[in-house]
């Protein structure tokens, strides 16, 4: 029996090689990255969202999306509601919140590696008020 192969939403915005954006980044559809983003990268909230980052791409910040195709830098968390692809020179410096994880031999993840069946992962950490009201 063969799997269904996934396929990525068509690209719709690519940003090049030379060009940096400096700020948070909003997208829906496909974004294929060869370039630089200092700033969050999110996926509309009502549409299907990948971005591809290639070998010279470059995120400090974090990603919300639905797919992340990786073969460059993350630095900051990832949050994907389907799925991560980290090809073999993928570097992540954060924790990825996954559903379905690819990983390549020579992939790195500095961080932690959290799955999630729920739609919208939530981070780890210690809740200050959890269990303080109510006695």
Known sequence: MGRKRFKAPKVSTVIGKDTVITGDVEFEGGLHLDGG???????KDDASSSITISEQGTIEGD??????IL?????GDVYANERV??????RVTGTVYYR????????EVNGQLVHSEEQEPRMLGYDGDEGAGGE
């Open 63 to 68: 990603v919300r999306v639905d797919v992340l």
């Open 85 to 90: 692809e980290l090809a073999s020179k993928a």
């Open 100 to 107: 379905l994880l690819e990983m390549a031999m020579g992939a």
């Open 71 to 75: 073969n460059g830098t993350v630095v």
């Open 37 to 43: 983003i200092v700033g969050n990268v999110s996926g």
